[in-house]
């Protein structure tokens, strides 16, 4: 048998989908782990998929999408991030993850550095495999609010960087970064001409406060890529569509690594997206509501319970501390899950800055979440 391709070969599982899988085959495990909303997609957009079916619209589209979808795309863009562009700088792809991974194609060749905050979503790093490109890991410490370390950061930065990647709203913390962070962002990879790769498949996913999109910041550098999904926003994870914006080379650069990898997102998740955009966005927030009061609930029992690292702003997720447990965080997850019947993200997942915590999907119903979270703190007195 010949061998397989190395990198990939040698990586890691998401650690996420590990203990997934793993809660798959608990019978009556309450599940906190996946960030993957408990709302059912908005009644008018999944009848719209359906018509889509009827009306026969399961061909082939432009491998960027429908041309109908980016132009509502832009209006979307300019009217929620600030962000100007035309419909030929706007691609879509098989969700956010596709999107990004479309971008790491076009930027990236092997032995260039990429720049990634710790803790940090594990599917970039499993990109790099394949790419054939090194993660540098930039902190962004639970003491600081998980917000970056902009001095550490730049002190990380050689002839062989190529792209920073920062994600805000963030996934695993919750933060969200203020504009002067994001502007000295943008200000230090224009200095050293990288590309910066914004992922923000949370951006109408807000708290508290509000965040900013490096685009709208820079309207005319051609390097800065936004990522965004209709995945957590309109409760869309299964129909997998996402979009990049970003310069016309780029676009077109990306565009040839979707058409090797997906030719085009399916017409009907398309047309379904369209409707997303075009129909009532009161269910989004009546989503961002129930996150919020939901975030409320676990920050309350984590701080009673002495384990709350931070309270997000943004997101739907919240981080738990769970060092006094004497654990690593993948052990603690595994066995809070086969001793409690609960299920979370291990912080080992998402790098080494949080492997003493755990992150908690508040994408799960009020009464899991009480239940859950009770019984992770139960288990770290417990354990403690």
């Known amino acids: 048998m010949p061998s397989l391709a190395q990198l990939p070969a040698e990586a890691h599982h998401s650690g996420i989908r590990e203990i997934a899988n793993e809660a798959m085959r608990t019978p009556g495990a309450i599940r906190l782990d996946v960030g993957q909303p408990n709302f059912p997609t908005p009644k008018h957009i999944g009848d719209a998929g359906k018509r889509a079916i009827d009306e026969n619209m399961t061909f082939y589209t432009h491998t960027q999408g429908l041309i109908s979808l980016r132009e509502k795309l832009v209006a979307k863009l300019e009217r929620v991030n600030g962000i100007r562009v035309t419909p030929d700088r706007i691609a879509c792809g098989p969700g956010g993850v596709g999107a990004i991974a479309a971008v790491f194609g076009a930027a990236l060749e092997r032995g260039d550095e990429v720049l990634l905050p710790d803790p940090g979503w594990p599917n970039t790093r499993l990109m790099l495999t394949w790419v054939g490109a090194r993660g540098v890991f930039y902190p962004c410490a639970a003491a600081d609010g998980f917000q970056p370390d902009l001095d550490t950061l730049a002190r990380l930065i050689t002839p062989r960087t ?3 990647l920062i ?6 913390t919750g933060a969200v970064y203020p504009a002067e962070t994001i502007a000295r962002l943008v200000e230090l990879a224009q200095r050293h001409n990288l590309w910066l790769l914004s992922d923000e498949c949370y951006d109408q996913i807000i708290l508290d406060g509000s965040w900013t999109s490096p685009a709208s910041l820079a ?9 965004f999904t209709f995945s957590k926003s309109y409760s869309m994870t299964g129909w997998r569509i996402g979009y990049v914006a ?5 676009i077109d650069t990306a565009t040839k690594v979707l058409e090797s990898n997906s030719s085009c997102v399916s017409t009907i998740s398309q047309v379904a997206a369209e409707a997303a955009l075009d129909g009532p966005q009161d269910c989004v927030g009546e989503m961002v509501a129930a996150y919020r009061h939901r975030r409320d609930v676990v920050v309350d029992i984590l701080r009673e319970a002495d384990m709350l690292v931070n309270e997000p702003t943004g997101a739907f997720y919240c981080m ?23 299920s979370v993200a291990p912080g080992s997942a998402f790098g080494e ?3 003493g915590a755990v992150r908690i999907s508040l994408a799960s119903s009020d009464t899991d979440l009480r239940e859950g979270v009770g019984r992770l703190a139960e288990f770290v007195q417990q354990l403690a």
């Open 246 to 250: 970003g310069s016309a080379e780029l």
């Open 219 to 227: 309207p005319d550098d051609p390097r800065i890529a936004s990522v």
């Open 167 to 172: 994600n805000s709203p963030n996934n695993p």
């Open 162 to 164: 190529k792209l920073l």
């Open 320 to 342: 738990a501390d769970i060092s006094r447990s004497h654990l690593h965080a993948r052990d603690f997850a595994f066995r809070l899950l086969r001793e409690k019947g609960v």
């Open 353 to 355: 800055v949080a492997l």
